[in-house]
C-alpha cells in the first residue's frame, strides 16, 4: 500500500488552489479544446460534495443555468483546471449538500458566512 502512496504522491502536482469545502461558492476555470484551438471557461457554483484522497480527489460544483440543475464533477488534480477562486463560504453544517437538488427557490440558497474579524494590541 506504501508503493501506491507514494506513486500517487509523485503524480500529483502540488498545486496551491485556496482551501474550500461543502457549502462554498466557486468559480473554477478550466481549458476546453475545440479542434486546435484552446480557450478557458469558467463554471461558477456551489460545492455540494468534495470525494476521495490524494490523486483521485474530486469535487461536485452544482450551479442552475435557465432554470435547469446543472452538476459537474472536477478532479482536484485535473491538468485542465485553469484556477479555482472562492467567490463565497457557506455556512453549513453537512458534507455532502444533496439536499439541493430537491430544493426550489429560497430553499436552494446557502447563507454566507460573517467574518469577524478582532485586532489584537
Known sequence: MEAVNYVQEQLAKKLDYPKFRAG???AVSYRIIEGSKERIQIFRGNVIQIKGEGA?????VRKISSGVGVERIFPLFSPNIAGIEVLKRGKVRRARLFYLRGAIGHKARIKEKKYIRTEKK
Not at 56 to 60: G, L, R
Open 24 to 26: 462554498d461558492n466557486v
Open 56 to 60: 483521485t480527489k474530486t469535487f461536485t
